[in-house]
């Protein structure tokens, strides 16, 4: 059982009253893992709600793929040229993804960023493009992290509307996960981990209400990264 699947299935025992009232054990994948409740035992499919992109090519992307690019190109410039910074200095950099072509990008950013990081003192900042994407730097004060580079990333395909955005995540792994679990005997839920931090429980109940979705699942969950639990009514189970 994986990390995130531990924890959708901890947060459901303590929603249904504790390991006291409720046991957890590996599933077969699928489904990911049971819960045993009184006398039933519950098969449960765990899935994460991930914001999606709206790709030039009209089909949906997932933006947690996009934007793990540009965290890890921020993380790996705090690692090599981090350290040619002044102990005083931070260097706050802005990406915008997805980008043409990593590998170039990535090589042209690293070069500005070195030549920056030999200037930097606290109040500089400039903007550019790089291989067709803007950029941009500035140099503050030392984080309380200490750690040299940060920054932020925009992703150039994703939408600003929250509703919609939940609507279609839910619609999507909902329908994703029936196909999957469909031949899976019943009692089955299905535990969907939220990853889209703009939207929350109340979000999701008001997507639902827009959702005609027969589907296999006799109870849907939301849980958040603090482990709440909310339930959600979505279609009809069938």
């Not at 009692?187 to 889209?196: E, G, R, V």
Request: hydrophobic share 40%; aromatic share 8%.
């Amino acid at each position: 059982m994986r990390e995130d699947e531990a924890f959708a299935g901890r947060s459901l025992v303590d929603y249904f009253g504790g390991p006291s009232s409720v046991s957890m054990s590996n599933g077969e994948d699928p489904p990911d893992l049971y819960l045993t409740i009184a006398k039933s035992r519950i098969a449960v499919e765990v899935t994460r709600l991930s914001q999606f992109t709206f790709e030039p090519n009209g089909i949906l992307g997932n933006r947690a793929t996009q934007d793990a690019f540009g965290v890890k190109t921020l993380n790996d410039l705090n690692v090599d040229v981090g350290p040619s910074l002044p102990d005083n200095v931070s260097l706050l950099i802005g990406l915008t993804v997805p980008v043409e072509n990593a590998r170039r990008f990535r090589k042209e950013l690293k070069q500005w960023v070195k030549k920056v990081a030999l200037i930097a003192t606290e109040g500089f900042t400039e903007e550019r493009d790089i291989d067709g994407e803007p950029v941009s730097i500035s140099a503050i004060a030392r984080r309380p992290s200490n750690k040299a580079i940060a920054g932020f990333v925009s992703n150039s395909n994703s939408s600003a509307d929250i509703s919609l955005n939940a609507l279609l995540v839910l619609e999507e792994r909902i329908r994703k996960k029936h196909e999957i679990c469909v031949p899976l005997a019943q009692p089955l839920w299905l535990a969907m981990l939220n990853d889209y931090w703009l939207a929350d429980a109340r979000t999701y109940q008001l997507a639902s209400q827009k959702i005609e979705l027969n589907h296999c699942f006799e109870r849907l969950f939301v849980i958040s990264d603090s482990g709440v639990v909310s339930e959600l009514q979505i279609g009809i189970h069938i």
